[in-house]
């Protein structure tokens, strides 16, 4: 209001439009504070901006506050105004740093009146150390605002203030029939089904991943490290007899396996570790299975191990 005022006053065909009456939104609702106590700080809008665009800032709403001043004095509005100091303080503890900073940057922005103060003057509560702002102002909006536009209208300005009617807005609703309104439902639950299963799949998958990824392992070595590997393996268990003994049934190329004992009841074991090593690629592989992926029954089962006789002639299991 105030920007269409001044434009009024120079000649200018000025149109505001607001959803509700004047002052009914954040006006009426505001401290009502005019401050060029700037918000988000000086030194913050020095660094920002430079120090060029800091007076600016700082220019800018000292001639906001005078010229709201003159305009009240001029139209003969009684809405409250008067000066007064403003007080800035750091919150409890924080660095009065920040407020050394901050006054000498509003001293380089042209605000040299500010300075520092042992408190603000509030009788219950103990500011400490802060900066004080000389000739801040304060109104009452609502007051100021209703003055402004009775200037305006006795400025010989056209205008009016009135309220915007909303116009009815007509709703249609149409029923579908019942059979389509099943079919949608069947639909959706289809889709949710589908989406359900596609979702268990990709955690199934992921899930495999990391399971494989966690129980093979894979390393370079020669023939020699393999013994050794094998050798090492075989020493964790020292003397004790193995769980589950594995044996060649055929020599040819085909190798199949058998295992000749099982478990007693009293041991249950939890894993199978295999070692295995691959003289054409000179790797040796490790592989833990959990025993319940073996489904193991109460008797001897026939495992088919098939490859080339030399990739299995070296094998610790435990």
């Not at 220019?59 to 906001?64: E, G, I, P």
């Not at 009065?96 to 300075?115: C, N, P, S, W, Y």
């Not at 605002?145 to 249609?172: C, D, K, N």
């Not at 029923?175 to 799949?201: C, D, E, F, N, Q």
Request: hydrophobic share 40%; net charge neutral; aromatic share 6%.
């Amino acid at each position: 209001m105030t920007t269409a005022y001044l434009l009024a006053r120079a000649g200018k065909s000025v149109v505001v439009l607001d959803d509700g009456p004047i002052g009914g939104g954040m006006t009426e609702r505001t401290t009502a504070h005019l401050s060029n106590a700037y918000d988000d700080r000086y030194k913050e809008m020095e660094r920002l901006h430079g120090e060029d665009g800091a007076r600016l800032i700082a220019t800018s709403h000292t001639a906001a506050i005078d010229r709201i001043e003159a305009i009240i004095a001029e139209e003969g509005i009684d809405c409250d105004f008067e000066r007064l100091d403003g007080y800035l303080f750091a919150p409890p503890g924080e660095s009065k740093q920040i407020l050394e900073d901050e006054m000498k940057a509003a001293h380089r922005a042209g605000l040299t009146e500010v300075e520092q103060v042992e408190r603000a003057p509030i009788a219950d509560f103990d500011t400490g150390m802060c900066l004080r702002f000389p000739r801040q102002g304060q109104f009452h909006p609502l007051k100021y605002l209703s003055g402004l536009f009775r200037a305006i209208e006795r400025s010989g300005v056209p205008g009016r203030s009135r309220q915007a009617q909303e116009a009815p807005v007509r709703v249609t609703v149409t029923a579908a029939p019942k059979r389509m309104a099943k079919a949608r439902t069947w639909i959706i639950v289809l889709l949710a089904i589908v989406g359900a299963i596609v979702i268990g799949l990709m955690v199934m998958a992921g899930v495999g991943t990391m399971w494989m990824m966690r129980h093979i392992n894979t390393t370079s070595s020669t023939a020699t490290q393999a013994v050794k590997a094998f050798e090492q393996e075989r020493a964790r268990f020292g003397t004790e007899k193995p769980l589950i003994g594995i044996e060649d049934i055929d020599n040819g190329a085909a190798v199949q396996r058998r295992i000749d004992a099982l478990p007693t009841a009293a041991v249950k074991p939890t894993e199978m570790a295999i070692l295995v090593w691959d003289p054409d690629k000179e790797r040796t592989v490790r592989i833990a299975l959990p025993f319940w992926l073996l489904k193991l029954g109460k008797r001897p089962h026939a495992i088919p191990m098939l490859g080339r006789q030399e990739r299995c002639a070296r094998s610790a299991t435990c």
